[in-house]
């Protein structure tokens, strides 16, 4: 008897929850605008050989009064220019050939973004994840 109040009552106990965490302004909650770039796998390469592919997911954080719609249509462009960019000139991490290296690529894709967006659309470049395609051991000195 018990278990079937506690099943009636769950809708109504989760429309409270979700009322209690709504913002005190009563409008939707502010969430800045974004672009998420469809995960794109970039080349390690160590003396000239290509040794991994790192698997990079990016978000491209603009600026308040970007435009985010026109932007995220843009998206398969900021994917066209960071592979340009890796291809050319590997972001590769000398240390751990499991990662990219994030300083460099953010400095690279932040300056492209900012031709293809328009100046002070991009505020951020952020590598929210990276997935190696292959564990591979830490190089020897």
């Not at 109504?12 to 009563?26: C, E, M, Q, V, Y």
């Not at 390690?44 to 603009?62: C, D, E, T």
């Not at 398969?76 to 240390?95: K, S």
Request: no cysteine; net charge positive; hydrophobic share 50%.
């Amino acid at each position: 008897m018990f278990r079937r109040a506690l099943i009636a009552a769950a809708p109504l106990l989760l429309l409270a929850s979700t009322a209690a965490a709504a913002p005190a302004g009563g409008g939707p909650a502010t969430v800045g605008q974004y672009v998420e770039l469809q995960p794109v796998g970039l080349p390690i390469v160590a003396k000239g050989h290509l040794v991994n592919y790192v698997f990079v997911y990016i978000r491209l954080n603009l600026s308040a009064g970007a435009d985010a719609t026109a932007l995220r249509d843009k998206e398969p462009y900021f994917r066209d220019a960071l592979v340009r960019m890796a291809h050319r000139t590997p972001f590769t991490d000398p240390a751990d050939f499991n990662r990219i290296d994030e300083g460099k690529l953010t400095a690279a894709l932040m300056r492209e973004a900012s031709v293809i967006a328009g100046p002070g659309a991009i505020r951020t470049v952020v590598v929210t994840s990276q997935a190696p395609q292959h564990r591979i051991a830490v190089p020897r000195s």
